[in-house]
């Protein structure tokens, strides 16, 4: 770290950013990348521009990092800022980013407009190509920038990140020391081989399964956003694989095709297993009976042999060879060489199972409003993980005093201490938790204690989970409580593709270890049925007691694609491992998964029994709320429900309670596990119409689970034919006489019209909604008799407006009954400059207290959300007007949109360029309004947009 910090990077001749005025500088390519990167650390280093300046490099130019030392630095490190107002950011941009429209997601065939940061170098360094490497880094945007690395990666080294936090926070470190207010907007990341070989299911070169990148994002801070980027073939097998390269000269026309070489299978460490006899399994695989290998130098018939295949045991100097998917996705079919002629030449085989470990596209180990949206976010084995990096930092440190016992600890000061708290202090270290051999036991010099009673600065405390305390703390040693967790995280409209095809492993899409706050909204998960996606909270390194995953919500995602959905929609909030905190409100709701497909549900022996909901320990209140979860027709080997470890687990985190599960259709199989997590609570599990697709009948069902549903066939029951391709027709069919049957009145399982609503953002753009899926105060005014909906028009087509009385928008309300009621621009609304301002209750009046469902049509944009109205009433409004010029301000109102039969409120004068007034709008009425600012003589000087309140 110390000789990072003190690199010199003094540009070569005639490599140099220029300035062009007005805050914008250029660092041209001069054609040398090694010069220009080293220009680029030597400008950025230097901070000779002002905060909120505009740095442009090329597009289509390297920008590489630096050789010093016999290591290689990245092109840029970025360095704290002075002078920066808000969120006003130094802008690192590429030439081109006016052909990267804003707002959209960029593609793999934009990398030509992008300037690239390059890692180079093998094989002593990383390859990062931008590093936050000193405490405090601030107000950073990257906009059309490509990070990724160079041949000398490849093959020779795998780096850590592409782009990484690389300062090493203490203890007593505050979110302070952290990166924040950075943001990477239409970027690309993406490994050297990606771009070389191609995806690793097309390639035909072995070279290209060993990939240089296993981190592309590694950040921890404050207001960090990636949005419409890419990351693209992150992971495979590691660079430093020594497997040794086969040469086969012989081979068996056949389906499986068997090559032959001597001694083959010894070579591939492959032993005979019966589970092999159908191919590469989970079960094989587990036993030793095959292994994934990368083909090359088959010419002619045999061309297509070259990529990667799984090989499996034959006999010791053969081997049969099975398609490179059937690993992962359990479907096992061989490769099929009959009529293909003699093997000519020879073949190449090296085994490439070793894969790099671990694999993350973005990962936030620690920080607060972290926003990830719209992005294509691909990886082989985590797309999306927060937590578990051992950085949550606190302000609230203290020093261990002397006389402290394992009850009763003695402060340097309590500032901020609570009861309830986690308190975390130094202790003589020895082996703290080994309640089961399977497990293991865990040392360390860290206890926990939950704090009862806080008396000055004496703490009483009564050990909590695995770390509990149960000795006295070391005199001297630090003392943490209040430390962060993730907060504020939301994962919203990205495409999460784990590309597994060739590289099987990896947990799944996103695992949650620490996230309070948080979101995952409108996302699609795709492509691989061992992609899992929860939340499992974690205190990963001893240190961080507070680990929680608590008001966090799952929904309106689509999970699915060739390979089928995974199972285990997981919540489970308790660490086994180390003491963290129960968690609360964590829950799945409104997510589609339409083809769940089990590990080896199409092999005679199934390896391990799965679950579709999957309840762990420590979580109060929580659980599924209207899923639409199916399995594959003639998927087996599953429940419903399981309930992890239940009873596995140390005092005092329990079973939790509150765990719902209500209103979802879902596959059954072989049910629901029954154990104390949910038997204790019959009363949770209602409302649910399962598809009895497994050993339990529609009758044991029904009455084993009262207050549930159940049908043979769930196919009658829908709109047409189930599956990821036509995900839409996961719904009840308009005559099923299911619908309306869930505990609030709408149709079990989940709304498929606010699910493509929030898959493609549409409600949000509209201006509906928030990034937190809360409606937005000024577009959406409830009221008593009537209720004013203000949205952006954001594409052609009729517009309309339907309102219902029932959840699942089946009886229309007399407001909008009649055909013509329902047009945007009817009597009373008002239509101008893009946005739609339609008042509901102008044409049959609404009911006060009652909650409404609306459905919002832009051609073929659909929005769908509900509202609750109030009592009547009068009601006050305000606005404030900032001008420097205007002498005083009025506000002019109407209750006809024209304002006709208009009054206006006395005037009042603006003092110190600012002026604010106050009206009233009666109940029932619909009040049109705006403001109007005035000169010396009461001439208007302006006039604003006119808005809409709804009085009650």
Same mark, same amino acid.
């Given at each position: 770290?110390?000789?990072?910090?003190?690199?010199?990077?003094?540009?070569?001749?005639?490599?140099?950013?220029?300035?062009?005025?007005?805050?914008?500088?250029?660092?041209?390519?001069?054609?040398n990348p090694g010069a220009d990167g080293a220009a680029l650390r030597t400008f950025i280093e230097g901070r000779t521009f002002p905060c909120g300046s505009t740095i442009i490099l090329d597009a289509g130019a390297e920008y590489h990092s630096i050789l010093s030392g016999g290591y290689y630095y990245p092109p840029v490190n970025l360095k704290p800022q002075a002078g920066c107002s808000g969120q006003q950011k130094t802008q690192i941009v590429?030439?081109?980013?006016?052909?990267?429209?804003?707002?959209?997601?960029?593609?793999?065939?934009?990398?030509?407009?992008?300037?690239?940061?390059?890692?180079?170098?093998?094989?002593?360094?990383?390859?990062?190509?931008?590093?936050?490497?000193?405490?405090?880094?601030?107000?950073?945007?990257?906009?059309?920038?490509?990070?990724?690395?160079?041949?000398?990666?490849?093959?020779?080294?795998?780096?850590?990140?592409?782009?990484?936090?690389?300062?090493?926070?203490?203890?007593?470190?505050?979110?302070?020391?952290?990166?924040?207010?950075?943001?990477?907007?239409?970027?690309?990341?993406?490994?050297?081989?990606?771009?070389?070989?191609?995806?690793?299911?097309?390639?035909?070169?072995?070279?290209?399964?060993?990939?240089?990148?296993?981190? @592309?994002?590694?950040?921890?801070?404050?207001?960090?956003?990636?949005?419409?980027?890419?990351?693209?073939?992150?992971?495979?097998?590691?660079?430093?694989?020594?497997?040794?390269?086969?040469?086969?000269?012989?081979?068996?026309?056949?389906?499986?095709?068997?090559?032959?070489?001597?001694?083959?299978?010894?070579?591939?460490?492959?032993?005979?297993? @019966?589970?092999?006899?159908?191919?590469?399994?989970?079960?094989?695989?587990?036993?030793?009976?095959?292994?994934?290998?990368?083909?090359?130098?088959?010419?002619?018939?045999?061309?297509?042999?070259?990529?990667?295949?799984?090989?499996?045991?034959?006999?010791?100097?053969?081997?049969?060879?099975?398609?490179?998917?059937?690993?992962?996705?359990?479907?096992?079919?061989?490769?099929?060489?009959?009529?293909?002629?003699?093997?000519?030449?020879?073949?190449?085989?090296?085994?490439?199972?070793?894969?790099?470990?671990?694999?993350?596209?973005?990962?936030?180990?620690?920080?607060?409003?972290?926003?990830?949206?719209?992005?294509?976010?691909?990886?082989?084995?985590?797309?999306?993980?927060?937590?578990?990096?051992?950085?949550?930092?606190?302000?609230?440190?203290?020093?261990?005093?002397?006389?402290?016992?394992?009850?009763?600890?003695?402060?340097?000061?309590?500032?901020?201490?609570?009861?309830?708290?986690?308190?975390?202090?130094?202790?003589?270290?020895?082996?703290?938790?080994?309640?089961?051999?399977?497990?293991?036991?865990?040392?360390?010099?860290?206890?926990?204690?939950?704090?009862?009673?806080?008396?000055?600065?004496?703490?009483?405390?009564?050990?909590?989970?695995?770390?509990?305390?149960?000795?006295?703390?070391?005199?001297?040693?630090?003392?943490?409580?209040?430390?962060?967790?993730?907060?504020?995280?939301?994962?919203?409209?990205?495409?999460?593709?784990?590309?597994?095809?060739?590289?099987?492993?990896?947990?799944?899409?996103?695992?949650?270890?620490?996230?309070?706050?948080?979101?995952?909204?409108?996302?699609?998960?795709?492509?691989?049925?061992?992609?899992?996606?929860?939340?499992?909270?974690?205190?990963?390194?001893?240190?961080?007691?507070?680990?929680?995953?608590?008001?966090?919500?799952?929904?309106?995602?689509?999970?699915?694609?060739?390979?089928?959905?995974?199972?285990?929609?997981?919540?489970?909030?308790?660490?086994?491992?180390?003491?963290?905190?129960?968690?609360?409100?964590?829950?799945?709701?409104?997510?589609?998964?339409?083809?769940?497909?089990?590990?080896?549900?199409?092999?005679?022996?199934?390896?391990?029994?799965?679950?579709?909901?999957?309840?762990?320990?420590?979580?109060?209140?929580?659980?599924?709320?209207?899923?639409?979860?199916?399995?594959?027709?003639?998927?087996?080997?599953?429940?419903?429900?399981?309930?992890?470890?239940?009873?596995?687990?140390?005092?005092?985190?329990?079973?939790?309670?509150?765990?719902?599960?209500?209103?979802?259709?879902?596959?059954?199989?072989?049910?629901?596990?029954?154990?104390?997590?949910?038997?204790?609570?019959?009363?949770?599990?209602?409302?649910?119409?399962?598809?009895?697709?497994?050993?339990?009948?529609?009758?044991?069902?029904?009455?084993?689970?009262?207050?549930?549903?159940?049908?043979?066939?769930?196919?009658?029951?829908?709109?047409?034919?189930?599956?990821?391709?036509?995900?839409?027709?996961?719904?009840?069919?308009?005559?099923?006489?299911?619908?309306?049957?869930?505990?609030?009145?709408?149709?079990?399982?989940?709304?498929?019209?606010?699910?493509?609503?929030?898959?493609?953002?549409?409600?949000?753009?509209?201006?509906?909604?928030?990034?937190?899926?809360?409606?937005?105060?000024?577009?959406?005014?409830?009221?008593?008799?009537?209720?004013?909906?203000?949205?952006?028009?954001?594409?052609?087509?009729?517009?309309?407006?339907?309102?219902?009385?029932?959840?699942?928008?089946?009886?229309?309300?007399?407001?909008?009954?009649?055909?013509?009621?329902?047009?945007?621009?009817?009597a009373g609304n008002l239509v101008d400059d893009g946005r739609v301002v339609f008042v509901l209750g102008n044409v049959a009046a609404l009911t006060p207290g009652t909650e409404y469902f609306y459905r919002v049509t832009q051609g073929a944009a659909v929005m769908v959300g509900s509202f609750r109205t109030s009592a009547d009433a009068v009601r006050s409004f305000g606005l404030q007007v900032s001008d420097d010029a205007a002498d005083n301000?009025?506000?002019?109102?109407?209750?006809?949109?024209?304002?006709?039969?208009?009054?206006?409120?006395?005037?009042?004068?603006?003092?110190?360029?600012?002026?604010?007034?106050?009206?009233?709008?009666?109940?029932?009425?619909?009040?049109?309004?705006?403001?109007?600012?005035?000169?010396?003589?009461?001439?208007?000087?302006?006039?604003?947009?006119?808005?809409?309140?709804?009085?009650?």
């Open positions: 770290m110390a000789a990072l910090l003190g690199l010199s990077t003094a540009a070569p001749a005639g490599a140099a950013c220029q300035a062009l005025g007005a805050g914008r500088y250029h660092c041209a390519s001069t054609g590429s030439s081109r980013l006016a052909d990267l429209p804003l707002g959209r997601r960029v593609s793999w065939d934009e990398r030509s407009k992008m300037a690239r940061l390059v890692g180079v170098g093998a094989p002593t360094e990383t390859g990062l190509a931008v590093s936050f490497n000193e405490k405090g880094v601030n107000n950073y945007a990257f906009r059309g920038i490509a990070f990724t690395t160079g041949p000398g990666i490849a093959g020779a080294n795998t780096t850590d990140y592409l782009v990484a936090f690389r300062y090493e926070p203490s203890d007593t470190d505050s979110l302070d020391s952290y990166p924040r207010n950075i943001e990477f907007d239409r970027c690309a990341f993406f490994p050297y081989e990606e771009e070389r070989y191609g995806p690793m299911e097309k390639a035909q070169e072995q070279k290209a399964f060993w990939r240089g990148v296993s981190i @592309a994002l590694n950040l921890a801070g404050t207001n960090l956003s990636v949005h419409d980027s890419l990351f693209k073939g992150i992971g495979g097998a590691t660079a430093w694989d020594t497997a040794p390269t086969i040469t086969a000269s012989g081979a068996t026309e056949a389906e499986p095709a068997v090559l032959a070489a001597g001694g083959i299978a010894g070579s591939f460490n492959l032993s005979n297993h @019966a589970s092999c006899a159908t191919g590469c399994t989970e079960t094989c695989a587990a036993y030793g009976g095959c292994v994934m290998a990368a083909i090359e130098g088959a010419t002619g018939e045999w061309a297509s042999l070259n990529g990667v295949y799984n090989l499996v045991y034959n006999d010791a100097d053969s081997v049969k060879v099975y398609k490179g998917d059937s690993y992962s996705a359990y479907d096992p079919s061989g490769y099929d060489s009959t009529g293909k002629g003699e093997l000519t030449g020879t073949v190449s085989l090296r085994k490439i199972h070793n894969r790099i470990s671990p694999v993350y596209a973005v990962f936030f180990s620690s920080g607060q409003n972290l926003e990830v949206t719209n992005n294509f976010i691909e990886s082989w084995g985590m797309n999306v993980f927060t937590g578990g990096g051992g950085y949550m930092p606190t302000r609230h440190t203290a020093t261990v005093q002397a006389g402290s016992t394992s009850t009763s600890i003695i402060l340097s000061h309590a500032n901020g201490l609570r009861v309830g708290d986690m308190l975390y202090v130094a202790a003589p270290g020895r082996s703290v938790y080994c309640t089961s051999s399977a497990k293991g036991c865990w040392t360390g010099g860290l206890r926990v204690g939950k704090v009862t009673a806080i008396y000055g600065t004496t703490v009483m405390v009564t050990p909590w989970g695995p770390d509990g305390i149960d000795v006295a703390p070391a005199t001297g040693g630090l003392a943490r409580w209040h430390g962060r967790n993730v907060e504020g995280f939301r994962l919203l409209g990205n495409t999460l593709f784990r590309s597994d095809e060739h590289m099987p492993g990896g947990k799944g899409y996103l695992e949650l270890k620490s996230c309070l706050n948080c979101l995952v909204d409108g996302n699609i998960l795709t492509d691989s049925a061992w992609g899992l996606w929860y939340l499992t909270a974690r205190n990963q390194t001893g240190k961080d007691p507070w680990a929680v995953g608590s008001q966090l919500t799952f929904s309106n995602n689509l999970v699915g694609g060739a390979k089928g959905a995974p199972p285990r929609l997981i919540i489970a909030g308790e660490d086994d491992e180390h003491t963290n905190t129960t968690s609360e409100n964590t829950f799945f709701v409104n997510n589609v998964l339409p083809e769940i497909r089990f590990p080896n549900a199409k092999t005679a022996s199934p390896f391990q029994l799965y679950a579709i909901f999957d309840h762990g320990m420590g979580i109060v209140n929580g659980g599924w709320l209207h899923n639409t979860a199916l399995a594959m027709a003639g998927a087996s080997s599953h429940r419903v429900y399981a309930a992890g470890g239940c009873g596995d687990s140390p005092a005092p985190y329990g079973y939790g309670h509150s765990i719902r599960m209500k209103d979802n259709l879902a596959s059954f199989g072989d049910g629901l596990q029954t154990s104390a997590c949910i038997v204790n609570q019959p009363g949770l599990v209602k409302k649910n119409l399962f598809w009895a697709d497994g050993s339990a009948s529609v009758s044991t069902i029904k009455s084993t689970w009262a207050g549930n549903e159940a049908v043979a066939d769930i196919s009658a029951e829908l709109a047409g034919a189930c599956n990821f391709a036509n995900w839409t027709n996961c719904r009840l069919k308009p005559d099923s006489s299911f619908r309306g049957t869930a505990s609030d009145g709408g149709d079990p399982g989940a709304d498929i019209e606010q699910v493509q609503d929030h898959l493609n953002g549409w409600s949000r753009k509209a201006g509906l909604i928030d990034d937190w899926n809360h409606h937005r105060n000024e577009a959406v005014k409830a009221a008593g008799t009537k209720t004013v909906l203000d949205f952006r028009l954001i594409q052609g087509g009729a517009c309309t407006v339907e309102l219902y009385v029932n959840r699942n928008r089946t009886v229309l309300h007399g407001d909008t009954q009649a055909a013509g009621d329902r047009m945007c621009g009817r301000l009025v506000v002019e109102y109407s209750r006809n949109p024209d304002f006709t039969e208009s009054v206006t409120t006395g005037p009042v004068p603006f003092a110190a360029g600012r002026a604010s007034v106050r009206f009233t709008a009666a109940g029932g009425a619909a009040l049109y309004y705006r403001w109007v600012k005035r000169d010396g003589l009461n001439r208007r000087t302006g006039t604003g947009r006119t808005q809409v309140a709804a009085g009650g």
